[in-house]
């Protein structure tokens, strides 16, 4: 983590500069409503202001520990807006006391009986690319502990078999997506689950957190992929059986997937992965409204195509990102495969978005042989926004804005209604709060009864009082994804901001299960605390 930014995503010679900064400011004072962005000075490292550890790790796990001031920064938070905001200001009263760095369950087994014993708080780190919250003890509870351990997973990082016949691979909680793809690729594989914070996450973080892959169709949440964990629990290791699907009873690492370190520690596991594909085909399609888009890609979806990317962004997505300039919203499809030519697939899904008003705007693109498709035209643009989405966020927070967003889930039926509510809401909360902003929307993903839309929002930030606004805002957007009937997240985990709503969204008895399991599981309370239950 020696170039990674202490308060920014990613990595220090990421951040763009001054010149960069001011450039992007013009684009904000448009964005806006014509405030005028102000380039803040930047903060350095040493004006970070990270408090004196509470406690330090035993003699017995000191090869492994870590109290380095910088370190307990980088550890103290996600990579939220909040966290930026934080950061930004040298703020890292979250960090934790110590960081462990074990290199074996036996390890992990290690820390977590020292914890409990000495109750120390816990919090199982992968990438550190929470955006909810996930990965520092709030701070109305640390005072409850006589101190906080984060137990960073980076050590775990073999890929410890291939069973080439099964399609499957044995692999450890702390690989990072970039160097996770490359093992696989020495063996023509690949896991093909793609995050936007594939290149810093970790396959550990995706499966503890839900996590949500770029492919819009088919296998899209890491659940699918999963074919059986071992995690450690202050109890003892917990290691499910490999099959590719039984009828036994509930399934027991369903348990783990989605459990946010609070019931164990995910340290391995046997993932279903792919031979890479070679065919490929997209095009880009423009609608005159988004829910003209929006019917489209119900249409696609529920016709038994599976495109690997059915993107719709909405006239203010394309705007933001500068991938159409006309007011439509534009509707990305691309197909992909092992063994076989997509243009028929692609040629009669273009056949079904034209019956909804669709015009194609770029391609068809088939490429074969391995060749990336959607180099160019909307889809570049998009791919390339994407990636660097997070990049921008940062650097927002330095030129005064407020970025943030939030993604949720509902059924077709009420798509339209609930669009319109979220929407307002926004808009509603920016003109109450800053005056105004942007508020823009696209799919992540689709399925044959309802899409998955990513919000986002943009505006001028009260600088001072960024925190206070952004409260306003996100408390605003979410009491209306719970009163329109979607869900407080599709992919982003729940972790401690989505919190308030989850308990609501969550069936009460199934609320009393899970602090059951987690009485069971973690007697003293030390793991992750505050997230999913009490």
Same mark, same amino acid.
């Given at each position: 983590?020696?170039?990674?930014?202490?308060?920014?995503?990613g990595?220090?010679?990421?951040?763009?500069d001054?010149? !960069?900064?001011?450039?992007?400011?013009?684009?904000?004072?448009?964005?806006?409503?014509?405030?005028?962005?102000t380039l803040?000075?930047?903060?350095r490292? @040493?004006?970070a +202001?990270?408090?004196?550890?509470?406690?330090?790790?035993?003699?017995s796990?000191?090869?492994m520990?870590?109290?380095? &001031?910088?370190?307990?920064?980088?550890?103290?938070?996600?990579?939220?807006?909040?966290?930026?905001?934080?950061?930004?200001?040298?703020?890292?009263?979250?960090? %934790?006391?110590v960081?462990?760095?074990?290199?074996?369950?036996?390890?992990?087994?290690?820390?977590?009986?020292?914890?409990?014993?000495?109750?120390? !708080?816990?919090?199982? /780190?992968g990438?550190?690319?929470?955006?909810?919250?996930?990965?520092?003890? !709030?701070?109305d509870?640390?005072?409850?502990?006589?101190?906080?351990?984060s137990?960073?997973?980076?050590?775990?990082?073999?890929?410890?078999e291939v069973?080439?016949?099964?399609?499957?691979?044995?692999?450890?909680a702390?690989?990072?997506g970039?160097?996770?793809?490359?093992?696989?690729?020495?063996? =023509?594989?690949t896991?093909?689950?793609?995050?936007?914070? /594939?290149?810093?996450?970790?396959?550990?973080?995706?499966?503890?957190?839900?996590?949500?892959?770029?492919?819009?169709?088919?296998p899209?949440?890491?659940?699918?992929?999963?074919?059986?964990i071992?995690?450690?629990?202050?109890?003892g290791?917990?290691?499910?059986?490999?099959? &590719?699907?039984?009828?036994?009873?509930?399934?027991p690492?369903?348990?783990?997937?989605g459990?946010?370190g !609070?019931?164990?520690v995910?340290?391995?596991?046997?993932?279903?992965?792919q031979?890479?594909?070679?065919?490929r085909?997209s095009?880009?399609?423009k609608?005159?409204?988004?829910?003209? #888009?929006?019917m489209?890609?119900?249409?696609?979806?529920?016709?038994?195509?599976?495109?690997?990317?059915?993107?719709?962004?909405? %006239?203010?997505?394309?705007?933001?990102?500068?991938?159409?300039?006309?007011?439509?919203?534009?509707?990305?499809v691309?197909?992909?495969?092992?063994?076989?030519?997509?243009?028929?697939?692609l040629?009669r899904?273009? @056949?079904?978005? +034209?019956?909804?008003?669709?015009?194609?705007a770029? #391609?068809?693109?088939?490429?074969?042989? #391995?060749?990336?498709?959607? =180099?160019?035209? @909307?889809?570049g643009?998009?791919?390339?926004? /994407?990636?660097?989405?997070?990049?921008?966020?940062?650097?927002?927070?330095?030129?005064?804005?407020?970025?943030?967003? /939030? @993604?949720?889930?509902?059924?077709?039926?009420?798509?339209?209604?609930?669009?319109?509510?979220?929407?307002?809401?926004?808009?509603?909360?920016?003109?109450?709060t800053?005056? =105004?902003?942007?508020?823009?929307?696209?799919?992540?993903?689709?399925y044959?009864?309802g899409?998955?839309?990513?919000?986002t929002f943009? #505006?001028?930030?009260?600088?001072?009082?960024e925190l206070?606004?952004?409260?306003?805002?996100?408390?605003?957007?979410?009491?209306?994804?719970?009163?329109?009937?979607g869900?407080?997240?599709h992919?982003?985990?729940?972790?401690?901001?989505?919190r &308030?709503?989850?308990d609501?969204?969550? %069936?009460?008895l199934? =609320?009393?299960?899970? +602090?059951?399991?987690k009485?069971?599981?973690d %007697?003293?309370?030390?793991?992750?605390p505050g997230?999913?239950v009490?």
């Amino acid at each position: 983590m020696a170039n990674r930014s202490l308060w920014a995503w990613g990595t220090v010679d990421r951040f763009p500069d001054d010149a !960069a900064r001011r450039r992007l400011a013009g684009m904000a004072r448009m964005l806006t409503g014509g405030v005028e962005a102000t380039l803040l000075p930047l903060p350095r490292d @040493e004006d970070a +202001r990270v408090p004196e550890p509470r406690v330090a790790a035993p003699a017995s796990l000191a090869a492994m520990a870590s109290a380095e &001031p910088r370190d307990r920064a980088l550890h103290a938070h996600g990579r939220a807006y909040p966290d930026l905001v934080r950061g930004f200001r040298g703020d890292f009263a979250a960090a %934790p006391d110590v960081v462990l760095r074990p290199a074996s369950a036996a390890g992990v087994a290690a820390c977590l009986d020292w914890c409990s014993a000495a109750h120390v !708080a816990c919090v199982p /780190f992968g990438g550190g690319t929470s955006v909810v919250g996930g990965v520092e003890v !709030a701070a109305d509870r640390r005072g409850a502990f006589a101190g906080v351990a984060s137990l960073d997973l980076e050590r775990l990082d073999t890929l410890h078999e291939v069973d080439a016949a099964s399609l499957a691979v044995r692999a450890g909680a702390g690989f990072r997506g970039p160097a996770l793809e490359r093992a696989l690729g020495e063996h =023509g594989l690949t896991l093909r689950h793609y995050p936007q914070s /594939f290149e810093h996450s970790t396959l550990g973080g995706w499966i503890a957190t839900r996590a949500g892959g770029h492919f819009a169709t088919g296998p899209t949440h890491i659940d699918d992929f999963v074919e059986s964990i071992t995690a450690v629990t202050p109890r003892g290791v917990v290691s499910t059986r490999r099959l &590719p699907a039984s009828g036994a009873g509930p399934a027991p690492e369903r348990l783990w997937i989605g459990s946010e370190g !609070a019931l164990g520690v995910i340290t391995e596991a046997w993932m279903r992965v792919q031979h890479k594909p070679r065919f490929r085909a997209s095009a880009s399609v423009k609608f005159k409204t988004t829910l003209a #888009g929006a019917m489209a890609a119900r249409a696609l979806v529920q016709a038994g195509l599976r495109p690997a990317n059915c993107r719709l962004l909405d %006239p203010a997505e394309c705007l933001l990102h500068q991938v159409a300039l006309d007011g439509t919203a534009v509707l990305l499809v691309a197909f992909e495969s092992v063994d076989h030519d997509q243009g028929p697939a692609l040629a009669r899904a273009l @056949e079904l978005v +034209r019956d909804h008003g669709g015009a194609v705007a770029s #391609g068809p693109t088939i490429v074969t042989e #391995g060749d990336e498709a959607g =180099g160019a035209g @909307e889809a570049g643009t998009w791919k390339k926004a /994407f990636v660097d989405a997070p990049y921008l966020q940062s650097a927002l927070v330095s030129i005064g804005v407020m970025a943030d967003t /939030f @993604e949720t889930a509902c059924t077709w039926d009420r798509f339209d209604a609930f669009h319109a509510a979220v929407t307002t809401a926004a808009q509603d909360a920016l003109r109450r709060t800053v005056g =105004g902003g942007l508020v823009a929307c696209r799919f992540t993903h689709v399925y044959p009864d309802g899409p998955a839309p990513y919000y986002t929002f943009i #505006g001028p930030a009260r600088v001072g009082d960024e925190l206070a606004v952004w409260r306003e805002v996100k408390g605003a957007v979410s009491e209306a994804l719970h009163a329109a009937g979607g869900t407080i997240t599709h992919h982003h985990a729940v972790g401690r901001t989505h919190r &308030p709503w989850y308990d609501r969204e969550r %069936p009460a008895l199934f =609320g009393d299960v899970l +602090r059951a399991a987690k009485q069971t599981l973690d %007697p003293a309370g030390i793991l992750n605390p505050g997230v999913l239950v009490d």
